[in-house]
């Protein structure tokens, strides 16, 4: 059975980690596609809140096993103290793997994750902080250390070394910053290697073989696709590509092997960080939104900058990503609204457009085209079928879907794993918990 890949289509913290967990209690496998422990993936269920940086999403699910794909970069100290916490909340362990080619965020990569942070100063990107930025770097210049080389312990003491070796130069020459000790970084890396080592497979294999068994295969995609590093408002990026075309890479999986994108968007906008968000809301509006959808980084606890819909972004990374259908999420924030306004283009230099610009120093400048649609004033976080959602939400889930250019086939009405609605029949609905 081909793959399912589960995106963000906006910049971040949709609920992808919501709907991964409703999607994988059909699934056999999940594997995790890109981004590290910049992420922050919320699931509600009866047993409480559940917040996955590295362990997919998947997890909670009794039948389906949980990969750590190749595109991961990961933070061995967040995936052990993770795991730990899943444990000691009863969460059964056995079914999770870890790719031997997914790279391994190195303590000095934190280090030069915030010293490259204040050397942009004015510019910063607000990154996460953890690492993953040159982690991805290192990688990408092929000095990267992977989870394969934690063991085998000669190899990863010769390549540790050589990268420590030059680190040290970084930190202390251009930073003036305190040298790392290769001893005390090695003997930790071989601690947790020993810890890891029960769960690391050629992930790439099992996921084949879960396809040609005909099982059903979720990638689940971390950040959103407005964060990639090609199509997303760089250099206010992340550092990989959390798209269609990145969790195909990520997960092991080929573009012809996969049969539905489904896009997770938010029926308002968020973003976390610097960079441009042209429906931005700094007034009272923007502060409900936040407050109703408890707008906070799960990640890092930082509020988020919160705005209108973008449809001129949404409909930017439903085309490049080939998606199939969306899934709207925290519908039930925008209750409380009379009017609810959409962007349908953007004012640029005295003209309209309906495209994003490349160029950052445009994308600052473009002002929302807004379009009025009639709120609906009632509770929508108790509906669980289409008839049970106000006139005027349908109107806008419909006037959205024209928008994007792109079904939407389940909306979110808050947090909880009951509170995901179907509107097609083909649509998976919300498991009970
Ligand atoms: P992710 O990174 O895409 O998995 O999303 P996050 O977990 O970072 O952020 C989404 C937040 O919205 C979390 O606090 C979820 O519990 C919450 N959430 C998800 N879906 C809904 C919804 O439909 N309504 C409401 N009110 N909250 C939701
Ligand atoms: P999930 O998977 C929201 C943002 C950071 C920053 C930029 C670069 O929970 O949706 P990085 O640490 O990746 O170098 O930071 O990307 N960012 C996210 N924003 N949700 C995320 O993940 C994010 N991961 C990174 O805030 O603006
Ligand atoms: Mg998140």
Known sequence: MPATIIMGGQWGDEGKGKLTDA??????LVVRANGGSNAGHTIETDAGVFKMHLVPSGILN????????????????????????????GVCLDRLRISERAHVVLPYHPILDRLEETQRADDEIGTTLRGNGPAYADKVARKGIRIADLLDPASL???????????????TKVYGEPPLDLDVIYERLINQ??????????????VQDALDDGREVLVECAQGAMLDVDYGTYPYVTSSSPT??????GAGIAPTQVRRVVAVYKAYSTRVGSGPMPTELCDEVGQTIRERGREYGTTTGRPRRTGWFDAVAARHIARLNGVTDIALTLLDVLDAFAEIQVCTAYHLNGGTIDY???????????????????????????????????DEALAYVSFLERLIGAPITLVGVGPSRQQLVPLHPEAVPAQAS
Not at 23 to 28: E, F, G, P
Not at 193 to 206: K, M, S
């Open 356 to 390: 994003l610009p490349a160029r950052d120093d445009l994308l600052v400048h473009v002002t929302p085209v807004l379009t009025g649609q009639p709120g609906w004033l009632s509770p929508t976080t108790t509906a669980r079928g289409r008839a049970d959602l106000p």
């Open 62 to 89: 009794p039948d389906c096993t949980c990969v750590i794909g190749s595109g991961v970069v990961v933070a061995l100290d967040t995936l052990l103290e993770e795991m730990d916490g899943l444990a000691a909340r």
């Open 193 to 206: 290697g020993n810890r890891l080592q029960e769960y690391v497979v050629p992930a790439e294999v099992l």
């Open 157 to 171: 003491r010769r390549k540790l070394s050589r990268q420590i070796e030059l680190k040290n130069q970084t930190l």
């Open 23 to 28: 999607l994988a209690a059909d699934a056999h």
């Open 244 to 249: 269609a075309a990145g969790a195909c890479q």
